[in-house]
C-alpha cells in the first residue's frame, strides 16, 4: 500500500536552496514523486509505503511552507517510479505576468459546491486541459478546450462578456491552476469568481457518488492515470506513444496498438517513430517477463500535464 500526499501553497519568496536537502530527506525517508519549486510557491504530488515516513516529509516541508492543505489517497501499486524536484519560475505556466496572489476569491467547500454550481446565476468552468476533460467533468460546465493552461487567457478574453453579472465557478484537480485562474478572470472583469476548495480530489473524497455531480472519473497526475468517487483508482491508462489517457474502449479500438497507438493519435506517427515504439513495448514485455519494471525513454509528446 502506498500513501499519497497532494499539496500546494502560494507564498514568494526563493526556494531554490531548499531542492537539495529536500532531496536529501526524500532518500531518507524513500519518498517518491514531484515537487515543483518556484518563487511563487511549491506544488507537489509525493508517496511512500510508510505512513510515518509520509508525515515526517510533510512536518519537514511545513516548516518552510505553513499553510500547506494536504490531502491524501491511496493506492496498491507505486505510483511513481522515483523522486525529483522541478525548479520553474511560475506553479502553473500561464502566459501572463500574473501571480497566484494577485487577486483573492473566494473557495467552495465540496460540501456546499452542489448548491452553488446548481444556482441559475452560476456558470462552471472547468479549467483543466482537453485531454483532463474527456476523463471526466461536472456536468453542465463549460470546457474551454485547451491543450495547456496558457491557452486559458484566450478563453477568457473571448467570452468574458458572457460573464458579465454572472457567478464564476472554477475548479482543476487539485486546486493550483485555479489560484492562478481566479486572478485571470478577475483582471479580465469578472467580479464574482469561486474555486472548488481542494479541488475535484476533495469532492470526490468527500461526496458519495449518489450526490455527486461529477460525470465520469478524474485524471491524475501519477501512475494511477484516474480516480473515482471514494478516491478509488479509476479504469483509464495511458496511451505510451501520445501520452493521452485511454479508456477500457479505446483499449478495444482497431487503431489502439500497445504502445504504438490509440484512437487519440492512430496516423500521427511517423513509420520511424513506430518503429521506436514498437522496439520500447518490446522491451517492456520482456521485462514483465522478467518481473522487472521497464523504465527507460518515452517517445511521442513529452509535454507533461500541468496540475
Known amino acids: 500500500m502506498f500513501h499519497i500526499s497532494t499539496f500546494y501553497d502560494c507564498c514568494e519568496r526563493d526556494y531554490s536552496f531548499l531542492k537539495q536537502s529536500l532531496s536529501k530527506k526524500a532518500d531518507e525517508l524513500s519518498i517518491v514523486g514531484t515537487i515543483i519549486l518556484t518563487p511563487e510557491g511549491i506544488n507537489s504530488t509525493i508517496a511512500c509505503s510508510n505512513l510515518e515516513n509520509l508525515y515526517s516529509f510533510e512536518t519537514y516541508i511545513a516548516k518552510y511552507f505553513p499553510s500547506i492543505d494536504v490531502g491524501r489517497s491511496c493506492t496498491e501499486k ?163 506513444a501520445c501520452r493521452m489517457p485511454i479508456s477500457e474502449d479505446d483499449i478495444e479500438s482497431d487503431e489502439y496498438v500497445e504502445g504504438i497507438s490509440c484512437p487519440n493519435c492512430f496516423g500521427t506517427h511517423s513509420e520511424e517513430k513506430k518503429k521506436r515504439f514498437a522496439e520500447r513495448q518490446k522491451q517492456i514485455n520482456l521485462a514483465k517477463e522478467r518481473g522487472e519494471k521497464h523504465i527507460g525513454k518515452i517517445y511521442g509528446n513529452q509535454s507533461k500535464p500541468l496540475k
Not at 200 to 215: A, F, H, P
Request: aromatic fraction near 12%; hydrophobic fraction near 30%.
Open 78 to 240: 507505486k505510483p511513481f517510479k522515483k523522486f525529483k524536484i522541478k525548479e520553474r519560475q511560475e506553479l502553473v505556466p500561464s502566459g501572463t505576468n500574473l501571480k497566484p496572489t494577485d487577486y483573492a476569491t473566494s473557495h467552495i467547500t465540496p460540501e456546499l459546491w452542489n448548491e452553488f454550481s446548481e444556482n441559475k446565476n452560476t456558470i462552471l468552468i472547468d479549467v483543466r486541459n482537453n485531454y483532463e476533460t474527456s476523463v471526466g467533468t461536472f456536468k453542465g460546465a463549460l470546457n474551454p478546450d485547451t491543450r495547456n493552461f496558457r491557452e486559458f487567457k484566450h478563453f477568457v478574453k473571448e467570452n468574458k462578456k458572457n460573464f458579465k453579472g454572472k457567478k464564476i465557478g472554477i475548479f482543476c484537480t487539485g486546486g493550483i491552476r485555479c489560484e492562478k485562474a481566479s486572478s485571470l478572470m478577475i483582471k479580465n472583469g469578472c467580479e464574482d469568481v469561486y474555486q472548488l476548495d481542494g479541488g475535484v480530489i476533495k469532492y470526490l473524497e468527500e461526496i458519495s457518488e449518489s450526490e455527486s455531480l461529477w460525470d465520469g472519473q478524474c485524471f491524475v497526475f501519477d501512475d494511477r492515470v484516474s480516480i473515482k468517487h471514494g478516491l478509488l483508482e479509476g479504469d483509464f491508462s495511458l496511451c505510451h
